[in-house]
């Protein structure tokens, strides 16, 4: 058994939280990079500028890349020869996450769903994380997060199709979801497709499709070969940059499939904004 | 084509009739802040004809819900906020003198009748630019509903804050024709 302390845990999210909430990700600066050189239209081109120029305003004076720093989401692999010692992970995690949002001064934006309180006195700052957690072999614990806005979550809809749509059913659903967000998520966007399992499996992985390097296609070659085909569906949409009309709209399509009963094809959207403020550390 | 223009707040009619959707505008002087909670109250004073926090006449008013200032730091990131909760809200305070709106995202078509009839815009601005947008706010205080956070009232003043027109007062929408010309179709 090997033993990680909890005040670890709680040291390790805290900085990380801290350094996503400023630093975009490399994966995600070089798609829109790419984007920015690939973008026809003069208006997108000039957002993309200025979300370049808002990274490196970001990295250098530490300010929050935006103002929704959104709910802390983590996915979690604890291997099975690992024992926390001094408290429970999920306080450790939970922990580490007020801390980083109040030192960072990022926003606290859970609140109660009806009466729309804030829960920072009541829970605590920007608490509860949305925690996933997967128990995995091996002796390491391996902590992803990712800070997800609002206005993204917002757009993103799942939908159990039946078989006979198969894949086509699939690309259309994907389209009309994305077509109907339009400008709200904040375009340019990733688009995690979960397909198969049972409801919440496909919610799930559409999430969990989100925490790849962006572009990084899957290992399957047929599924990698579905991302690229979405890919190149999406991008006909038009919709660009904020929405303002363009060819360059969604930066990559990532897609997990997992099995499904014989009755059913369960299919989620989660869309991620370009502010793709993600990261993990192994402990 | 698309044009640039330097306008200070508040606006008039003059100013707004000027603007065309694809229009680029860098905004200079006082504004104010504004999410759901903070409309509904305003909205609630309007039918109870009581005094506003603030004059609506010729106001522009910026959908944010910014993170909390650094110490001496007027705010912190400040970018726009999805426009479409507002849009139940909207059209009363345009009626009452409003003249421009900031946000992101779509706009229902209540909202741009509203700015037809009134002579009003809804500009958009870069979501997810909140570093960039809250350094070009100079100044900020809150005016109003303390106790809603981040979404309280705030007046701030802002220097060339650019946005782009999304809805004129012609009935023009940069959503819809931005898009028809680079969508490609089967
Ligand atoms: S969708 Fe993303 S970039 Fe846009 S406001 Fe929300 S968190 Fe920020």
Redesign the pocket.
Same mark, same amino acid.
């Given at each position: 058994m090997r033993e990680i302390a909890y005040e670890d845990i709680v040291k390790a999210v805290k900085n990380m939280v801290l350094h996503t909430a400023t630093n975009l990700p490399e994966d995600a600066l070089k798609k829109l990079k790419e984007a920015h050189e690939k973008e026809k239209s003069p208006v997108a081109k000039k957002v993309l500028e200025q979300l370049l120029e808002n990274a490196e305003i970001a990295r250098t004076e530490k300010r929050p890349l935006?103002?929704?720093t959104?709910l802390a989401v983590y996915f979690v692999k604890l291997g099975q020869d690992v024992r926390i010692t001094g408290g429970l992970l999920k306080d450790a995690i939970n922990e580490g996450t007020e801390q980083g949002y109040i030192e960072g001064y990022l926003r606290a934006s859970t609140c109660d769903c009806f009466t729309r309180e804030n829960l920072k006195d009541v829970i605590g700052y920007n608490l509860p994380a949305i925690i996933h957690l997967d128990l995995v072999e091996g002796d390491k614990l391996e902590i992803a997060y990712a800070a997800k806005?609002?206005?993204?979550e917002n757009v993103s809809r799942a939908r159990v199709l039946a078989p006979a749509q198969g894949r086509d059913g699939v690309i259309e659903f994907v389209k009309s979801v994305i077509s109907e967000a339009g400008p709200n998520?904040?375009p340019p966007i990733i688009v995690g497709v979960g397909i198969g399992g049972t409801f919440e499996k496909a919610a799930i992985s559409s999430k969990y499709a989100l925490f790849r390097e962006a572009g990084e296609p899957h290992p399957d070659p047929a599924v990698a070969e579905f991302e690229k085909e979405l890919l190149y569906e999406l991008n006909k949409l038009g919709i660009g940059a904020m929405g303002m009309g363009g060819t360059e709209t969604v930066l990559a399509v990532h897609v997990e499939k997992h099995p499904c009963h014989i009755a059913s094809l369960p299919v989620s959207v989660n869309v991620q904004?370009?502010?793709s403020r993600h990261n993990h550390i192994t402990l | 084509m698309s044009q640039v223009h330097y306008l200070k707040t508040p606006l008039t009619d003059e100013d707004v009739m000027n603007l065309k959707a694809g229009d680029i505008v860098y905004l200079s002087g006082v504004m104010f802040t504004a999410r759901d909670a903070a409309h509904k109250r305003l909205v609630d004073l309007i039918e109870n004809k009581e005094e506003l926090p603030f004059q609506l006449d010729g106001a522009v008013i910026y959908f944010v819900g910014p993170t909390p200032p650094k110490p001496g730091e007027p705010i912190g990131s400040a %970018?726009?906020?999805t426009s479409y909760r507002m849009d139940s809200y909207s059209p009363i305070l345009i009626k009452h003198g409003l003249k421009g709106m900031i946000g992101?995202g779509k706009r229902n078509q209540d909202v741009k009748d509203a700015c037809k009839k009134y002579k009003a815009v809804y500009f958009g601005a870069t979501? %997810?630019a909140?570093a960039l947008l809250g350094k070009l706010i100079k100044e900020a205080e809150v005016i109003a509903y303390e106790e809603l956070g981040p979404e309280a009232i705030r007046m701030i003043r802002v220097e060339n804050f650019p946005v782009t027109v999304i809805n004129d007062a012609y009935g023009n929408d940069l959503y819809e024709e931005g898009r028809a010309k680079y969508e490609v179709k089967d």
């Open positions: 935006c103002q929704d959104g806005g609002g206005g993204s998520p904040c904004c370009h502010s | %970018g726009p906020t992101k979501g %997810g909140g």
